[in-house]
Structure formats: structure tokens, C-alpha cells
């Protein structure tokens, strides 16, 4: 049996409307708010006594935050930049990869476990990490974001 590393997380956003912005991607160790929600509506029957009749209801979704990411580039910042100065309403669609590390012959592997994809994201707020001038990547201490659907993709070991 190989050891198993942690999980990582990568994060891509990319453009569905085939537009000007490029994909772009950055890694995170912590991911919480993958979360819908759906309030049933009630309905009261008359001549119905025991309990209440319950109907499909409108779904909410959590905000999503990343926290301790790197990054290549000063995209997510543009994109928060850009939305925040009110120049622009671009939302991407994002995808949430989950990868597994190995060890297998003595050689580092990844494999996506799941995909997790989410509809016109919005970023809500965004924190820097503490720079070291050392550091040849980005980092990014805290990133939310707000979305308008989630769904759950298999993927590659699944």
C-alpha cells in the first residue's frame, strides 16, 4: 500500500461566455461554504391534520472560502479589483478541483478525486498573506466568493 499525502486544492476560474479573460488557477490548502441549501415551502391543507404538506423551495448557496493559497499570477486580485471599482460585472465560472498525493515508485503522483463546479462567481473579499522576500509565488491568505449554482463532478480515480 502507497502512503497517502493530504489533499490539495486547485482552483480554476475561466470565462464561460468565451470572452477576454483568460483561465486562471490557484492552489489552497483549506476550503469551507461548499454548501446548498434549499427552504422547503409549506403548505397548510385544510381537512389535512397531521402535519404540514412540503414542497421543493428555493435553493441558497454559502459563500465559498479558500484559505492559504499560492498563485502565479495577480489575477484574483484584477478580478476583485475590477468588480469592486464598479468597472466592470464579469463573473466566472469556477471549477474546485480536489487532488490526492501518492507515492508511487518513488515518483510524487496527484489524482483529482472531485470537481466541484460553481456558476457565475462573484469574489466578496480577498486578504493577502503575509510577504516574505523570499517568496517567488502569491500568496493569498483568504479568498471568498459568492456563486449562483454548485454541482459535484467525478473525478479522475471515480
Known amino acids: 500500500m ?3 499525502i ?5 482552483l480554476t476560474f475561466a470565462d464561460a461566455s468565451g470572452g477576454a479573460v483568460k483561465n486562471f488557477t490557484a492552489a489552497f490548502s483549506e476550503v469551507s461554504g461548499l454548501e446548498a441549501t ?6 397548510r391543507e ?3 391534520y397531521y402535519g404540514e404538506i412540503q414542497r421543493v423551495g428555493q435553493v441558497t448557496f454559502a459563500t465559498v472560502i479558500l ?3 499560492m498563485t502565479s499570477s495577480s489575477h484574483l486580485w484584477t478580478w476583485f479589483d475590477a468588480l469592486s471599482g464598479g468597472s466592470s460585472a464579469l463573473r466566472l465560472s469556477a471549477e474546485l478541483t480536489q487532488f490526492q498525493h501518492y507515492m508511487a515508485n518513488g515518483t510524487a503522483q496527484k489524482i483529482a478525486r472531485l470537481r466541484w463546479k460553481m456558476v457565475d462567481a462573484m469574489p466578496v473579499k480577498f486578504k493577502a498573506a503575509t510577504y516574505s522576500a523570499m517568496a517567488t509565488d502569491v500568496g493569498i491568505e483568504e479568498l471568498h466568493f459568492v456563486h449562483q449554482g ?3 463532478a467525478k473525478g479522475d480515480a471515480l
Do not use: A, D
Open 2 to 4: 502507497t502512503p497517502m
Open 46 to 48: 385544510g381537512g389535512h
Open 150 to 152: 454548485l454541482s459535484l
Open 67 to 69: 484559505k492559504r493559497g
Open 6 to 10: 493530504p489533499h490539495s486544492f486547485e
Open 38 to 43: 434549499m427552504e422547503p415551502k409549506v403548505i
